[in-house]
């Protein structure tokens, strides 16, 4: 679908959909309500490089599923805040009975601040409430989307589209507040793919839920991958900062034989940091990587998830600021093995094992 076709079912549906241009021709659809970025076009192409909702296909069914009860996901690029068990379980004991997105976060109070042809600014002024300590907490979150460099512009053999995305996440002080929130940023993509982690050192990644097989997911020295998309229930991993690296990518063949898109986020590690977001079993924390594989329904996509250091009012901390940068290539399989190589250290990915068939 073209981001033109895009925009009009969108404006059909009853939503505001705010175009970016770059210089370099990518261009770039916002959906301030939903405090998204939905879509992400290389200026010669016309399919998007992120995973949208099936409903979206046109005026009618979008207009049906902006309007039903429950968490609008229209795909795309959104934030929530870690950790996840306090305010989106209700009862550790009981995730996935209790789990709701909270509406507060998503869809959210979202406003379009400002927009000019090549940068978005969002804000959500918002309260959340914490299941354990039973109380709500007062949060500001700030988002802006602008143009950046492509770190390829010598490779005139693939497409490309980018962006960054600065956060900011101020939580509200008050005196004995035992808060601690997280930004965590999360960027949904189509399915099958390969989840592509390169690592500093050799990792074992925890299975936070799900079935995740040994012939899904792969570690070596340097790189964990995970296939994702496989029959299944829905999986998910988590990695901490010490192994990792500021980078992480995404690989998926397209619906044209032959022709790939490489998806890549440059993001910041602490090994340091204090990373909120907890296993659901045991509250442990520091988990700064995560990626989601949803395969079960009618939406099914799967996530490149990062984390920043929380923002603590009980420290007097309460201001989390983050940026990070989108690089996305489609091309044929060679040019983009290149961009592997260059941009996440990968010299050799099986080719009969690419991605999750």
């Not at 210089?23 to 916002?30: E, F, K, N």
């Not at 989601?292 to 990062?306: I, K, P, S, T």
């Not at 489609?330 to 990915?349: N, P, T, Y």
Request: a negative charge.
């Amino acid at each position: 679908m073209t981001i033109d076709a895009l925009i009009q079912i969108l404006t059909r549906a009853g939503k505001r959909a705010v175009p970016v241009a770059s210089s370099d021709g990518s261009r770039l659809l916002v959906l301030p309500e939903n405090g998204r970025l939905l879509g992400l076009f290389p200026g010669d192409g016309e399919a998007n490089f992120l995973w949208t909702n099936p409903a979206l296909a046109d005026a009618g069914s979008a207009k049906t599923y902006f309007a039903r009860d429950g968490w609008p996901n229209p795909g795309g690029d959104r934030t929530w805040l870690a950790p996840e068990i306090e305010s989106f379980i209700g009862d550790p004991a009981r995730p996935f009975e209790t789990y709701i997105v909270p509406p507060a976060l998503d869809p959210g109070n979202w406003e379009l601040i400002s927009a000019t042809a090549a940068e978005v600014n969002l804000e959500n002024r918002t309260r959340l409430h914490l299941f354990r300590p039973d109380r709500e907490v007062g949060v500001r979150l700030s988002k802006k989307f602008g143009p950046v460099v492509n770190p390829l512009s010598d490779c005139a053999d693939l497409q490309y589209a980018g962006y960054s995305l600065v956060t900011l996440l101020e939580v509200e002080l008050r005196p004995g507040a035992q808060v601690r929130l997280g930004i965590w940023n999360l960027l949904q993509l189509p399915q099958p793919g390969a989840m592509l982690i390169p690592t500093r050192s050799s990792t074992q990644p925890q299975v936070f839920f799900g079935p995740v097989t040994a012939g899904e997911l792969t570690v070596e020295r340097s790189l964990v991958r995970w296939n994702m998309g496989p029959p299944g229930g829905d999986a998910k991993i988590g990695i901490k900062a010490q192994p990792l690296t500021d980078r992480a990518g995404y690989l998926h063949e397209t619906a044209t034989p032959g022709i790939w898109d490489l998806v890549v986020r440059q993001f910041a590690v602490d090994p340091a940091g204090d990373y909120a977001d907890v296993l659901w079993s045991n509250g442990e924390a520091g988990w700064t990587f995560q990626a989601c594989c949803v395969r079960n329904g009618a939406e099914r996509f799967n996530e490149l998830e990062y984390h920043v250091p929380a923002a603590t009012a009980v420290s007097g901390r309460n201001v989390s600021r983050d940026e990070s940068s989108v690089w996305a290539f489609r091309g044929g399989f060679e040019k983009i093995s290149e961009a592997m190589r260059v941009l996440l250290g990968i010299h050799e990915i099986n080719r009969s094992n690419k991605q999750g068939d």
